[in-house]
């Protein structure tokens, strides 16, 4: 477990610490992604490496049952699925510039 720093969230900057790295294609392009742990609250969320920020929430069960990287993978695909892939990539381009 590596300390990533500070992760940006809904509610403020959070420390975090990485548990998990993986790379994924996103609207043909590939995007970092991590799954990180918030220090205070010990919830564990997908994190777009480049930016920083909170991309979804990960679950619990799905984390004790898999592990981080499989539950981050299918949390991050529950999200792109309902957000889209080009409004994510968009979002996120807007973020890192």
Excluded: W
């Excluded at 590939?30 to 918030?38: G, M, Y």
């Amino acid at each position: 477990m590596e300390l990533v720093g500070k992760v940006k969230t809904a509610s403020g900057y959070a420390s975090a610490s990485v548990e998990a790295a993986f790379n994924r294609v996103v609207h043909g392009e590939l995007v970092e992604f991590l799954v990180t742990r918030s220090m205070e609250d010990q919830h564990l969320v997908v994190t777009h490496k480049a930016s920083g920020r909170m991309v979804c929430p990960i679950d619990f069960l799905a984390t004790a049952l898999e592990g981080a990287e499989s539950a981050g993978r299918k949390a991050l695909d529950a999200f792109l699925f309902n957000v889209g892939e080009r409004r994510f990539i968009d979002a996120v381009g807007r973020s890192v510039a």
